[in-house]
């Protein structure tokens, strides 16, 4: 059974750091591209970070230079370092696998979801 945990979420301040992590159970991890995406209160979802099995990173404009995707092999876990959050920045955040080399685009074409740790950014 594929399981994918998120923790790490909670309320922060604006201009405040969180970090999330997600545990892998059930996929061989060390060959998954992985990734997180948010979900927004009105619904729309957006891919903020990828990560390749290789280790290549990549980012959505709107978070780059603030957020940091790693991973470690070794304990099945991918993280998200979140700096500098904004309260626009209130959602979901999901973490996501792919069984594959290139990650896709859209979280629809991902292999696997984990359910979300929620993240809400407000003084």
């Known amino acids: 059974q594929v399981q994918l945990v998120e923790s790490g979420g909670g309320l922060v301040q604006p201009g405040g750091s969180l970090r999330l992590s997600c545990d892998a159970s059930g996929i061989m991890f060390s060959i998954n591209a992985m990734g997180w995406f948010r979900q927004f209160p009105g619904g729309q979802r957006e891919i903020i970070a990828t990560?390749?099995?290789?280790?290549?990173?990549r980012y959505t404009d709107s978070v780059k230079g603030r957020f940091t995707i790693s991973r470690d092999d070794a304990q099945n876990t991918v993280y998200l370092q979140l700096n500098d959050l904004k309260p626009e920045e209130t959602a979901v955040y999901h973490c996501i696998s792919y069984r594959g080399s290139i990650p896709p685009s859209t979280p629809y074409e991902y292999d696997y979801w984990g359910q979300g740790t929620q993240v809400t950014v407000s003084s």
């Open positions: 990560i390749t099995a290789r280790g290549t990173a």
